[in-house]
Structure formats: structure tokens, C-alpha cells
């Protein structure tokens, strides 16, 4: 399958091929929604629309300064 990009409220936060991998990736960024996101699959990518929770650190940045690594 071919890699899409997930965007979080127009932010790429990673690849997946599948709604499925779409999901996993939110997790493991830590990326949770207030209530359930607007979700749109496009040709290039996943994107979801959403109020986010906001970190107790204050990182609104829906995980994009997170690596697999831990924090960049």
C-alpha cells in the first residue's frame, strides 16, 4: 500500500497507508481530540479537523516536535 501523509488541523504529523495506521500514529504522538474529528481521506493524505486537548506543558503542536526518539 502507499503512504499518505496525516495532517492534524493542517499540520503533517506523519505517514500511514490505512485509517487503521492513521489511528496508531495519533496515538503514539499523543494526539487527542476534544470530540470526534471532521475526517477526510484525499489522494495525498489523512486529514482530521479537530479541537485538540491541550498538554499540561502548554504543546499545542499535535505532536510535531515529537520524534520516536522522545521530544525534539
Do not use: C
Not at 29 to 53: A, D, M, S
Not at 59 to 65: I, R, V, Y
Request: no cysteine.
Amino acid at each position: 500500500m502507499r503512504l499518505k501523509i496525516v495532517y492534524v488541523n493542517d499540520k503533517p504529523i506523519g505517514k500511514a497507508a490505512t485509517w487503521a495506521q492513521a489511528n496508531a500514529l495519533l496515538a503514539i504522538k499523543g494526539v487527542h481530540f476534544t470530540e470526534t474529528p471532521k475526517r477526510v481521506e484525499g489522494p495525498q493524505g489523512f486529514y482530521l479537523q479537530g479541537p485538540l486537548v491541550e498538554e499540561p506543558n502548554g504543546d499545542e503542536s499535535a505532536g510535531g516536535k515529537k520524534t520516536d526518539q522522545g521530544v525534539a
